[in-house]
């Protein structure tokens, strides 16, 4: 199964009809028990529970329920607000012993906003008004595993989260429905600051390096062909550049994949690579040329395929 999705809006909807969650920036999971037995699964199915260790742990609390499927989202908090990059550092573990001393050093938490199967009976036929009222009353929580309020007046919490550098808000109808893999006007997501996922067609050394990432050509991939979306250089010194180069120096040279026209200034020096590697950025909207206002880094979406980015639109515009 995969998640249900939201549809991007720029207000917040008003209304008794209508509940106001936190959109956490993390990575949307779907997490199952069976039998005291946790599975953590991506957004593409792929199972990731090696990777996250703490949640089959007893003190999680998830082991205690013989049938439970929840949709939620991972998070690493820091100072009180989640943050991305230990988090993208976390998802594509495989060794057991680095899953472990992870857990201790960046521990994540599940947020959990709905459930989807409760003793062997899906739920996704009922309204989310009575889903919130059975995973309210599952009793779970610990420091790994909570359950965020809902909010009545989204126009509030829109303004609280920006004033506290989260990234936004996520309306829903309470008569909704849970249709799995498909994105609903009936869930709402509503941001403060732009994030997106976007592919790289090509990087570049620093000016008068060669052994020190400097920048990375961004694209949207569509049906037609990958779009350029611009250059970008801001957050890629220290640890994270240099973990980055690897990856990009293992990937095949195809020639420039982008079908739109590259400035030349982005050319020179570039290594042009398949747009295979899934990414997230931070950014301050698109310019008329349709490129990215300032990107940053923000880390590797080793949840997401090139196929997936193009079913689901994760980007913000």
Same mark, same amino acid.
């Given at each position: 199964?995969?998640?249900?999705?939201?549809?991007?809006?720029?207000?917040?909807?008003?209304?008794?009809?209508?509940?106001?969650?936190?959109?956490?920036?993390?990575?949307?999971?779907?997490?199952?028990?069976?039998?005291?037995?946790?599975?953590?699964?991506?957004?593409?199915?792929?199972?990731?529970?090696?990777?996250?260790?703490?949640?089959?742990?007893?003190?999680?609390?998830?082991?205690?329920?013989?049938?439970?499927?929840?949709?939620?989202?991972?998070?690493?908090?820091?100072?009180?607000?989640?943050?991305?990059?230990?988090?993208?550092?976390?998802?594509?573990?495989?060794?057991?012993?680095?899953?472990?001393?992870?857990?201790?050093?960046?521990?994540?938490?599940?947020?959990?906003?709905?459930?989807?199967?409760?003793?062997?009976?899906?739920?996704?036929?009922?309204?989310?008004?009575?889903?919130? #009222? *059975?995973? /309210?009353?599952?009793?779970? @929580?610990? !420091?790994? &595993?909570?359950?965020? %309020?809902?909010? +009545?007046?989204?126009? =509030?919490?829109?303004?609280?989260?920006?004033?506290?550098?989260?990234?936004?808000?996520?309306?829903?109808?309470?008569?909704?429905?849970?249709?799995?893999?498909?994105?609903?006007?009936?869930?709402?997501?509503?941001?403060?600051?732009?994030?997106?996922?976007?592919?790289?067609?090509?990087?570049?050394?620093?000016?008068?390096?060669?052994?020190?990432?400097?920048?990375?050509?961004?694209?949207?991939?569509?049906?037609?062909?990958?779009?350029?979306?611009?250059?970008?250089?801001?957050?890629?010194?220290?640890?994270?550049?240099?973990?980055?180069?690897? #990856? *990009?120096? /293992?990937?095949?040279?195809? @020639?420039? !994949?982008? &079908?739109?026209?590259? %400035?030349?200034? +982005?050319?020179?020096? =570039?290594?042009?690579?398949?747009?295979?590697?899934?990414?997230?950025?931070?950014?301050?909207?698109?310019?008329?040329?349709?490129?990215?206002?300032?990107?940053?880094?923000?880390?590797?979406?080793?949840?997401?395929?090139?196929?997936?980015?193009?079913?689901?639109?994760?980007?913000?515009?």
């Amino acid at each position: 199964m995969r998640p249900m999705l939201a549809t991007p809006s720029d207000r917040v909807p008003t209304g008794e009809g209508w509940c106001h969650e936190v959109k956490w920036d993390g990575f949307r999971v779907l997490v199952e028990v069976k039998a005291g037995s946790v599975r953590v699964a991506s957004r593409t199915d792929r199972d990731v529970t090696i990777a996250f260790p703490e949640l089959a742990r007893e003190a999680a609390g998830l082991t205690a329920y013989d049938d439970l499927l929840l949709d939620g989202e991972l998070v690493v908090m820091r100072e009180g607000l989640p943050s991305f990059k230990p988090l993208a550092e976390r998802f594509n573990v495989t060794n057991p012993r680095v899953a472990d001393e992870l857990a201790v050093t960046s521990p994540v938490t599940l947020m959990v906003f709905d459930v989807l199967r409760v003793m062997g009976t899906p739920v996704t036929s009922r309204p989310l008004r009575e889903r919130r #009222q *059975l995973l /309210e009353g599952a009793g779970l @929580g610990s !420091p790994w &595993v909570q359950v965020p %309020p809902t909010f +009545d007046d989204g126009a =509030t919490l829109l303004a609280a989260t920006g004033e506290q550098g989260m990234e936004g808000v996520v309306s829903k109808r309470w008569t909704s429905t849970y249709t799995p893999g498909r994105r609903s006007a009936d869930w709402l997501k509503i941001v403060n600051r732009h994030t997106g996922s976007y592919v790289i067609g090509g990087w570049r050394y620093e000016r008068e390096s060669r052994d020190r990432l400097g920048a990375v050509l961004l694209g949207t991939p569509t049906p037609a062909g990958v779009i350029f979306r611009g250059r970008m250089g801001s957050g890629l010194a220290g640890k994270t550049g240099a973990n980055l180069l690897p #990856q *990009l120096q /293992e990937l095949p040279d195809g @020639g420039n !994949p982008f &079908v739109d026209e590259v %400035p030349r200034e +982005d050319q020179v020096g =570039t290594t042009w690579v398949e747009p295979t590697l899934v990414v997230d950025v931070e950014h301050h909207g698109h310019a008329d040329t349709g490129r990215l206002r300032q990107p940053s880094w923000r880390g590797v979406r080793h949840d997401l395929t090139v196929e997936e980015l193009m079913r689901t639109d994760t980007t913000d515009a």
